[in-house]
């Protein structure tokens, strides 16, 4: 697709979904940091660490997960809205 102003700035092409993809890495990279942040925390707590400890891992691993399916969802409603337009012109 060639650059058009005129269709940059009637918004007749999205830039997000190319965005979407990088603030996926800076969520995973996120959640791992208050994941350790929280295995941290709670092992230098004296009482009821290893419940923070076993979050902290659960957030390591989940959260990711949790924050694709997001980003997901959002790729999908913009390859919708493609879609949608090609059948318009069609």
Do not use: Q
């Amino acid at each position: 697709m060639d650059f058009n102003f005129k269709d940059f700035s009637n918004f007749k092409f999205f830039i997000t979904p190319a965005f979407i993809k990088i603030i996926f890495w800076i969520g995973v990279a996120l959640c791992v940091l208050a994941g350790l942040a929280m295995m941290i925390g709670g092992a230098g707590t004296r009482y009821g660490g290893g419940t923070v400890v076993f979050m902290g891992l659960l957030y390591i691993i989940i959260g990711p997960i949790v924050w694709r399916i997001y980003c997901e969802i959002l790729i999908i409603i913009f390859k919708i809205h493609e879609s949608l337009e090609d059948i318009k012109k069609k």
